[in-house]
């Protein structure tokens, strides 16, 4: 299969109907608060351009990028004198918008991903399902109610802006931690790992939907 570099993108990616096809998209969603561009290529290197005005946020978004070998672009701009929440969360919801577009008709993928990752004393477990049904259950008791200048508020507010608009299940835990950093470092590289897991091709699947429905 092919990569494209993200300045190279097919005109439409949304065409995409098997796993001989780039699997890329590029969206915009604008509104009077925030403006976003995501592009992603899901069979990407891991390669990241990330400018979301929230240091934390590209910290985060890069470990999806290099873990989940997803090529991700990044660009926002936000009402940040208010707060971070909005773009926090409309950056959830593009990227979602982005993946569910860059899937594709879910030919041929395995559909379910599940990882356990740690960083030092902390472990996340998170398990994704591409089921073409949202829904998200979080269990992750943050430390503190800040990392930095972040609000750890705000990672529950991407992950559900993203299944909302990826169409997927996502249930995240984090099993043990005590430095908050940690924790989200945790639930993101986990994130990643298992979206890799369940967008991947499966050989033996060519053609399938992995649903005894016959539709994700």
Do not use: W
């Not at 998209?25 to 400018?51: F, K, W, Y």
């Not at 999806?64 to 773009?87: P, S």
């Not at 590289?189 to 992995?210: H, Q, Y």
């Amino acid at each position: 299969m092919t990569n494209y570099p993200l300045t190279e993108l097919p005109d439409s990616p949304s065409s995409a109907s098997d796993c001989s096809l780039e699997r890329t998209a590029e969206v915009t969603r604008s509104t009077s608060e925030t403006e976003v561009t995501v592009r992603i290529n899901l069979d990407g290197s891991g390669q990241a351009r990330l400018h979301t005005g929230i240091g934390f946020l590209d910290h985060m978004l890069d470990q999806v990028a290099r873990h989940g070998m997803i090529d991700l672009d990044v660009d926002a701009e936000g009402d940040l004198h208010v707060d971070a929440h909005h773009t926090v969360e409309d950056v959830g919801i593009t990227l979602g918008q982005a993946f569910l577009q860059a899937l594709g008709t879910k030919q041929g993928i395995r559909r379910f991903g599940h990882a356990f990752v740690p960083l030092d004393e902390a472990l996340s477990r998170v398990v994704v399902d591409c089921s073409g049904r949202p829904g998200l259950v979080m269990d992750v008791p943050f430390t503190s109610s800040m990392i930095g200048t972040f609000d750890s508020q705000l990672v529950h507010e991407f992950f559900q802006g993203f299944v909302n608009h990826a169409l997927v299940t996502l249930h995240i835990d984090n099993l043990k931690g005590v430095n908050a950093h940690h924790q989200a470092e945790t639930v993101f590289k986990g994130f990643a790992c298992a979206l890799r897991s369940a967008v991947e091709i499966d050989p033996r699947a060519s053609g399938i939907i992995a649903s005894t429905k016959g539709t994700l």
